[in-house]
T-cell receptor
Framework: DGGITQSPKYLFRKEGQNVTLSCEQN?????MYWYRQDPGQGLRLIYY???????QKGDIAEGYSVSREKKESFPLTVTSAQKNPTAFYLC????????????FGPGTRLTVT | AQTVTQSQPEMSVQEAETVTLSCTYD???????LFWYKQPPSRQMILVIR??????QNATENRFSVNFQKAAKSFSLKISDSQLGDAAMYFC?????????????FGAGTILRVKS
């Protein structure tokens, strides 16, 4: 089955710890994205990557970091510098310039206490 | 910067009836894409329908259709013959052309409740 996987579904961390959220896709998509969703709000873009070894900051990149070493993978690290890390995180991918529709993974709920 | 506004935080519809969700956006671009996404309680984002701005014809997908008014920068979603499974949060989203990053800008969402 082709799709996007995110793991784990729920993640708990202590304040001050870095944590990495996984995102893998087997859709052969060039572009990948990370969004954050807070209660009662829409999604906000954290980082995006249009091609391997290249990525750009989105609207709320502070306190986050990413890497894109493989086409299939786009992990997101939530660092201790992120002031309000508790949120629902969604990864998406698209064909980039070939196909503009974004398809989403199931999301990871991160709770930091 | 582009913005998307959904002015209806919540809507209700009777099963089998029709409901329209509103969305307006602001942009200076002439070519772009608009989407409606559905987020059920599972929180999985599901693409419902898309519209290319250069196409005058309104998009339709089964019971879902849009009313795209480019001059008014309005993009409403009509759901016909509403079903219990349509209950969800619905997000309107805007995207620039793919060569500009294809980033999505989302509205705040509308909760749709379907009454049996």
């Amino acid at each position: 089955d082709g799709g996007i996987t995110q793991s784990p579904k729920y993640l708990f961390r202590k304040e001050g710890q870095n944590v990495t959220l996984s995102c893998e896709q087997n859709l052969n998509h060039d572009a990948m994205y990370w969004y954050r969703q807070d209660p009662g709000q829409g999604l906000r873009l954290i980082y995006y990557s249009q091609i391997v070894n290249d990525f750009q900051k989105g609207d709320i990149a502070e306190g986050y970091s990413v890497s894109r070493e493989k086409k299939e993978s786009f992990p997101l690290t939530v660092t201790s510098a992120q002031k309000n890390p508790t949120a629902f995180y969604l990864c998406a991918s698209s064909g980039g310039q070939v196909s503009f529709e974004q398809y989403f993974g199931p999301g990871t709920r991160l709770t930091v206490t | 910067a582009q913005t998307v506004t959904q002015s209806q935080p919540e809507m209700s519809v009777q099963e089998a009836e029709t409901v329209t969700l509103s969305c307006t956006y602001d942009t200076s671009e002439s070519d772009y894409y608009l989407f409606w996404y559905k987020q059920p309680p599972s929180r999985q984002m599901i693409l419902v329908i898309r519209q290319e701005a250069y196409k005058q014809q309104n998009a339709t997908e089964n019971r879902f259709s849009v009313n795209f008014q480019k001059a008014a920068k309005s993009f409403s979603l009509k759901i016909s013959d509403s079903q219990l499974g349509d209950a969800a949060m619905y997000f309107c989203a805007y995207s620039s052309r793919p060569e500009y990053g294809n980033k999505l800008v989302f509205g705040a969402g509308t909760i749709l409740r379907v009454k049996s």
